[in-house]
């Protein structure tokens, strides 16, 4: 079974702009949640979303926001990019999203802002 | 609010020296807790999920164990491969995860 992916892998914008990033979750799972990781903060959750719904969401500004699709990908928005939101994006799915499942990691996207 | 300290911050073990890495939670109730490994520029690769008190898991030279105020990840003779930073969370939909441990080993 292929597990979670994430496009871009790469990606470097500048100060202003914005920016979207695409999750594909593990085939049949339902849930998908995305987390920020930095040096600094370590791995902080961004938001959760279930059937299309934003179910949980972390202590972020609303220029991250994010969607789900009715094929349960998923895609998040960074708008006005600040260079502090430079950092690794991760993307997680579970199958069913009850609170004692696992969540499953993809690579990733990292984003650079100039 | 749910909070995971891990220690040590860094580790360095000569192959085949033992040793444990903890993981200190607290939480107003357990729904899990999770170990991750992360090698540099991938994403956490799940390794145990633990749910009760007195709990124990393992996998090749790792094992697991859980208290109600700390886990360990305890690895017996380690390889260089093994080296990685881990990662402990606990929560559900929302994971808190600590800061890490980066464990090496040298051949």
């Known amino acids: 079974k292929a597990g979670v992916t994430q496009t871009p892998r790469y990606l470097i914008k500048t100060r202003g702009q914005q920016v979207t990033l695409s999750c594909s979750p593990i085939?049949?799972?339902?849930?998908v949640s995305w987390y920020q990781q930095t040096p600094g903060q370590g791995l902080q959750f961004l938001f959760e979303y279930f059937s299309e719904t934003q179910r949980n969401k972390g202590n972020f500004p609303g220029r991250f926001s994010g969607r789900q699709f009715s094929n349960s990908r998923s895609e998040m928005n960074v708008s006005t990019l600040e260079l502090g939101d430079s950092a690794l994006y991760l993307c997680?799915?579970?199958?069913?999203?009850?609170?004692?499942?696992?969540?499953?990691f993809g690579p990733g996207t990292r984003l650079t802002v100039l | 609010e749910d909070q995971v300290t891990q220690s040590p911050e860094a580790l360095r073990l000569q192959e085949g020296e033992s040793s444990s890495l903890n993981c200190s939670y607290t939480?107003?109730?357990?729904?899990?807790l999770f170990w991750y490994r992360q090698d540099p520029g991938k994403g956490p690769e799940f390794l145990f999920t633990?749910?009760?008190a007195g709990e124990e898991k393992e996998k090749e030279r790792l094992k697991a164990t859980l208290t109600k105020k700390e886990s360990f990840l305890h690895i017996t003779a380690p390889k260089p491969e093994d080296s990685a930073t881990y990662l402990c969370?606990?929560?559900?939909?929302?994971?808190?995860f600590g800061q890490g441990t980066r464990l090496t080993i040298n051949p």
């Open positions: 633990l749910y009760s």
């Open positions: 085939s049949g799972h339902r849930s």
């Open positions: 997680a799915s579970t199958s069913s999203g009850v609170s004692t499942d696992t969540q499953y």
């Open positions: 969370a606990v929560g559900a939909q929302k994971l808190v």
């Open positions: 939480v107003s109730g357990l729904r899990g």
